[in-house]
């Protein structure tokens, strides 16, 4: 499958691009073809392209934009339509030294839906920081994933299952996206005010 990822120059991008080419065709995005093209050198296999050519020859296209540019994506909504678009966008903004949780009425992943109404809309990665792919031996982590449907649920699954140690749980629909998305700002939040080093989501079982 081939897969571009928008804003695959920037730092979680680049590095979630070098898992998933390790099982698909990886397509970088960017504004800049050029900047695409050098960010793609870093990853075997993969090539660079703006964002509409990459978008065009996708079959799934992840978004990994920072929030302030998402508005921009509206006009990909022809190239995309059909097609998966999964959401790596968390609005997040410092107020007194702590992330907080930036959105307005809707989550990033619901106003990308709007934006791109012809396309199947989910949420995923979003509490993964980068440091955590690419890893030689990784540990299991747990990706939240909200999508209107489960069969959306489940094509993002897929990508998530190619990633090593990755388990995909079913957030709900993409009304739960706000709920997924702010974790990121806890698990970031807790990184810091506690020392630990990067943090990400796992969840347990018990049975009984």
């Known amino acids: 499958m081939k897969v571009a990822i928008l804003g695959g120059t920037g730092k979680m991008g680049n590095a979630l691009g070098g898992e998933i080419a390790k099982r698909n065709q990886v397509i970088i995005g960017s504004t800049d073809a050029a900047r695409a093209k050098a960010a793609a050198a870093r990853i075997a296999g993969a090539v660079g392209m703006d964002y509409r050519d990459a978008s065009r020859a996708a079959d799934a296209v992840i978004i990994a ?3 302030r540019a998402i508005g921009s994506m509206a006009g ?30 809707i989550s990033a992943a619901e106003e990308l839906a709007r934006l791109l109404p012809g396309a199947r809309v989910a949420t995923a990665f979003n509490n993964v ?15 939240l994933i909200a999508a209107e449907s489960k069969e959306t649920f489940e094509e993002t699954a897929g990508l998530v299952r190619g990633v090593r140690g990755m388990r995909p749980l079913y957030a709900g629909p993409l009304s739960q996206a706000s709920i997924v998305e702010s974790v990121t700002a806890l698990v970031l939040n807790l990184a810091s005010l506690n020392g630990t080093g990067s943090l990400t989501t796992r969840f347990v079982t018990r049975k009984g």
């Open 65 to 67: 934009v920072p929030y």
């Open 129 to 143: 920081p980068a440091g955590f792919f690419g890893m030689e031996n990784p540990p299991q982590v747990d990706a």
């Open 76 to 105: 990909l909504a022809t190239d995309v339509s059909g097609k998966l678009v999964v959401s790596l966008v968390n609005p997040l903004e410092l107020e007194g030294g702590l992330l907080r949780y930036s959105a307005k009425g």
